[in-house]
């Protein structure tokens, strides 16, 4: 069977018009640099007795009017409104299988089933090669439900899978290879919907299989004339097991890979572990501070509150490891107020970290999607595309919807993120002259 894996493109809608013309420009050079996971895992595990075809719209437009068996595409919530255009558009020219995979799809099943004609619920590697063998005997299910996948049977991604991708770049271009050594995060944040959708286990790779994934990336860039890139560890949090992360940290050294991964801001609390992340390669970490106000964070989830104390102290050892912090702020959560704001901003001067700022979206699956609409705030003018983490979804409560759209914008467009780099980068190479105030921080509590 001919077979097109397609991950739709990422434009983010934004009801403040300036904030979508910036966020779009800020975001378009990232999402041509990185690969798709979801397609490449897909693809690699897909029989060699079938053709596949990837497409990720971020590199290239879709044909339609090639004849494809089989249509699967894998979306998040701000991407399914697409999802559902590009079934509807297949379905319109020829005879095809549909099916939807992803985050969104397996927490609204029965939504995503009144646009295609079969359904992933959770992980796919337990039930793809049965749905290929249903459409084969023209019997296919409209739901399919994944077990969660077992990491030491997945099989080995097929790097090579992304050259169409990589054809027409400079040789000097620079791109994210993606892989993943872990799955799932027992944190229990209230608005991370993955932590439902997999009932907060979390799974490991064996370490030589990570590091098998590694070279397998080192050869694919030789192979293409890939000269600069990254590995970007998808990880919803890279260093749950301590033992384990170490473990493959030392694995990492010898490999002389730059990486980046997610973590949260606990990882510093172990030097060893700052001192072989330094050590085995990586240069940025992504940790979601989320916010430096206690009350929020209180209602985020109890565990984001347990470590607001020992914040500033541990962003200044990243740097003291020559590790970039690229922190992550929300905004807009009930609590919020001219006070966060003013903190942001001064945590900002404080710090020369890489930073992302963001509007709470309660994620549908989350705790707080049903609460908020249990009290009916959710708004009614908003569809999925607007669940992007740049739209207020809901009615706010203290500072109105145009407040917070102002301020928001204000602080990411005031900041050059590019100056914030290389700023970040200087911080690294000053190590014995620290680049941090000694005095208590100016934060205001």
Request: net charge negative; with cysteine.
């Amino acid at each position: 069977m001919k077979i097109a894996l397609i991950h739709p493109r990422i434009t983010y809608r934004c009801e403040d018009p300036s904030i979508q013309i910036y966020v779009n420009h800020w975001y378009k050079e990232i999402f041509s640099r990185a690969f798709n996971i979801n397609l490449l895992r897909l693809g690699s595990m897909t029989p060699k007795e079938h053709s596949v075809t990837l497409v990720d719209e971020n590199y290239q437009d879709i044909d339609f009017d090639s004849s494809y068996d089989v249509i699967a595409v894998t979306a998040m919530t701000y991407q399914a409104e697409r999802a559902y255009e590009i079934a509807a558009e297949f379905k319109r020219r020829g005879d095809c299988r549909t099916i939807m995979g992803g985050i969104h799809a397996s927490v609204l099943p029965e939504e995503a089933g009144t646009k295609f004609d079969s359904v992933c619920i959770g992980e796919v590697e337990n039930l793809w090669e049965e749905y290929l063998q249903d459409v084969a005997a023209g019997r296919p299910k409209k739901f399919y439900r994944g077990e969660l996948a077992a990491l030491e049977k997945e099989t080995p991604i097929d790097y090579s899978l992304v050259a169409p991708w990589t054809q027409g770049a400079r040789k000097d271009g620079f791109f994210f290879f993606p892989t993943m050594s872990t799955r799932g995060c027992p944190r229990g944040c209230d608005y991370c919907s993955a932590t439902y959708l997999f009932n907060k286990r979390y799974r490991k790779k064996e370490v030589d299989k990570v590091i098998s994934d590694i070279r397998a990336i080192k050869q694919t860039a030789a192979v293409l004339g890939v000269s600069q890139y990254q590995v970007e560890f998808c990880d919803d949090n890279f260093i749950i097991d301590r033992a384990r992360t170490k473990d493959l940290l030392h694995a990492l050294i010898p490999e002389r890979v730059s990486y980046t991964a997610s973590l949260d801001i606990a990882a510093s609390d172990d030097p060893e572990i700052l001192e072989l992340l330094g050590e085995s390669g990586c240069k940025v970490v992504s940790i979601g501070l989320e916010s430096l106000d206690v009350n929020i964070l209180q209602d985020l989830g109890k565990w984001k509150r347990s470590q607001r104390e020992k914040v500033e102290k541990n962003i200044r050892a990243f740097f003291d490891y020559g590790i970039t912090p690229a922190v992550n702020f929300m905004v807009g959560s009930d609590g919020t107020d001219w006070k966060l704001f003013l903190n942001i901003r001064r945590f900002l001067r404080e710090f020369p970290v890489v930073f992302n700022i963001l509007f709470f979206t309660p994620f549908p699956g989350t705790p707080y999607h049903r609460a908020l609409g249990d009290e009916g705030r959710l708004r009614s003018d908003k569809s999925w595309a607007d669940y992007n983490l740049f739209n207020l979804v809901f009615e706010p409560k203290g500072l109105t919807k145009e407040e917070l759209y102002e301020e928001f914008f204000s602080i990411r467009s005031e900041y050059n993120h590019m100056e914030r780099h290389l700023k970040s980068q200087k911080s690294l190479t000053t190590k014995a002259a620290h680049p941090f105030p000694e005095q208590e921080s100016t934060l205001i509590y």
